[in-house]
């Protein structure tokens, strides 16, 4: 099974900070790789596909980059509406493997 | 617009059965690929297995932990998608969503989830 780490496990930062997390993969996944965010007590949104395309109706703030082993999902400026943990998932082989999340909370 | 809506959870005895429905909405079910996924309280996600479109026969693909226990069907006269759970344990509690991905095999929508818990 393919492996996926998020990095950091959570973070505080202020409204309009960039905000950058880290995903790698424990081996090579082309850039078959899907961010999703969820806020508390709902259900996983999908921002962003085939590492960096945004989905339809998702702020241009998010970003997505990589190829390979290593990601990275960019927030450019957060905002309040962004607390949420955030997951990325590999989807180049099964079992599909998520990574631990990452908790976006604002200062 | 597309809808996904999750039916069925509730309370089960370890080793007791419980079939989770997801309807769906403003889409052709069969034109799909589907997954379910599930989150245990307080924990990440985790994907649960996938059934095929229908031009691939509905052909499924399950998750190590739930092979032979779990069962994806549909039923397209429903536009409906199912998730059969035999031989239930503590581990199997988690809310579970029901996932679509679009023509190109990417998920675009996630169901509210529905809770299912197994104790005794």
């Known amino acids: 099974d393919i492996q996926m780490t998020q990095s950091p496990s959570s973070l505080s930062a202020f409204v309009g900070d960039r905000v950058i997390i880290t995903c790698r993969a424990s081996?090579?996944?082309?850039?078959?790789l899907a961010w999703f965010q969820q806020k508390p007590g709902k259900a996983p949104k999908s921002l962003i596909y085939?590492?960096?395309s945004l989905q339809s109706g998702v702020p241009s703030r998010f970003s997505g980059s990589g190829s390979g082993t290593d990601f990275t999902l960019t927030i450019s400026s957060l905002q309040p509406e962004d607390l949420a943990t955030y997951y990325c998932?590999?989807?180049?082989?099964?079992?599909?493997?998520f990574g631990g999340g990452t908790k976006v909370e604002i200062k | 617009e597309v809808q996904l809506v999750e039916f069925g959870g509730g309370l089960v005895q370890p080793g007791g059965s419980l079939r989770l429905s997801c309807v769906a909405s403003?889409?052709?079910?069969?034109?799909?690929?589907m997954d379910w996924a599930r989150q245990a309280p307080g924990k990440g996600l985790e994907w649960v297995g996938r059934?095929?479109?229908?031009?691939?026969?509905?052909?499924?693909q399950y998750a190590a932990s739930v092979t032979g226990r779990f069962i994806i069907s549909r039923d397209p006269s429903k536009n409906s998608l199912y998730l059969q759970m035999n031989s239930l344990k503590t581990e199997d509690t988690a809310v579970y969503y029901c996932?679509?991905?679009?023509?190109?095999?990417?998920?675009?929508?996630w169901g509210p989830g529905t809770l299912v818990t197994v104790s005794s």
């Open positions: 081996q090579g996944i082309s850039n078959n």
């Open positions: 998932q590999q989807y180049k082989s099964y079992p599909l493997t």
């Open positions: 403003g889409f052709t079910l069969s034109d799909h690929y």
């Open positions: 085939a590492a960096s």
């Open positions: 996932v679509r991905l679009n023509l190109n095999y990417v998920v675009d929508y």
């Open positions: 059934s095929r479109a229908k031009g691939e026969n509905y052909a499924p």
